[in-house]
């Protein structure tokens, strides 16, 4: 079977829509860089398109949701769960989208600032898979929030704009580097190396006046002289101690806007495709939809690339627990409601799949792959060598999918993640499975998966936003 180009099957008018919807998710990558930011700037979309807050409605005191009424809930700031209340009693499940918006980065560790031999330093930690040496010699922004200790926020976003400095994490000059290059990929650039340079100027405090060389030699060792210039720069900007990094939630990332790519505008470079290209369509999608039969639900998540625990992970009972205040909202509150309409669901668990490329074909099944432009990507099963840790959609479902997407003209390609023996990954679909609901990954094929800049397609992302919208009308 061999899929379609996409992007041949498009007149005028889809060709448009596809360049207005790559256009405003290009705004959306670039701005929400961190699982916080992109929570803000989606509440916004909701708030503006209706969507209540849970919490205010049950304040209210709501006595009855009824079809149409549009609900969303926050997680600690780092996940949202928006439903729109379908014609259908919601025992008898839900149509579900579920992406997640965390991405691979570095974090600051909690006592990161250091100064060594005229340079300062902070200290990481990397969050998720990723190769190291890739993160070396670029420029990288920080993203984050600083909480004292009079519980005060402050949020830092330093490095995107064209007046804010940049930071980077160094590398061996090739002249050096010769026992370097001799160690393995993962080798090259260690963990504990992979610390970002913050400045490099000693602290003035001379009010100008000179000092002999060995005087300020001497003042510098005692003094940490360029640690306390950054000190210095944080108390001024930020009203920030160095203890206050005990508090604090700090993202490297890679720093710049979402770029067009190739001479033909035809993808998308930029960081964090995994899995926002798949977050956004998803919310763009119940925003976008009619009142459906079935309640509308979309899911975004964090913590998915370390596994999806903690308290704003898949893992934790927060979807669960949402889900039973909507229905005690729509008059159930039985612990049998909530388990109907778990297990009479159904899920496209929005996640991102691997797409073929040329340059590196022996990893990849050629039969079994996504292609850029062939449209949206489903996944019958994820995990690792034997589909070890991964949730496999039934036939039945896989067939009632297909229906409805032909019916619609939604373009989609199968693809596993590589040859069975080399590929391995995982998702949150077989965390929803668990109640007994029908789910499959579904999602937009990416280029450098990982990398700090990975490549979509903009057909793709736009074909994976129709067949979200088709799921939600008709499943």
Known sequence: MENKNVWKKYDKKQNKELESFSEKYIDFISECKTERECTDYLVDILEENGFVELERILQRNVAKLKAGDKVYAVNKNKGIIAFRIGKENPENGMNILGAHIDSPRLDIKQNPLYEDSGLAYLDTHYYGGIKKYQWVTIPLAIHGVVVKKDLTTTIIDLGEEPHDPVFFISDLLIHLSQEQLEKKAAKVIEGEALDIVIGSKPFADNDGKDATEKENAEKEKENESVKKTILKILKENYDMEEEDFLSAELEIVPAGRARECGLDRSMIMGYGHDDRSCAYPSLRAIVDSATPDKTACCILVDKEEIGSVGATGMQSLFFENTVAEILALCGMTGELSLRRCLANSNMLSSDVSSAFDP????????????????????????????????????????????????????????????????????????MLAKYGMNVIDCGVAVLNMHAPFEVISKADIYETYRGYLCFLKNM
Do not use: H, P, W
């Open 359 to 430: 340059s590196y074909a022996s990893s990849f099944d050629k039969k079994n792959v996504a292609y850029l432009g062939k449209g949206m990507v489903l996944c019958k099963f994820t995990g690792a060598r034997g589909k070890s840790g991964s949730n496999d959609a039934n036939a039945e479902y896989l067939g009632k999918l297909r229906s409805v997407f032909d019916k619609d003209g939604v373009s989609f390609q199968t693809a596993e993640l590589g040859k069975v023996d080399l590929g391995g990954g995982g998702t949150i679909a077989y």
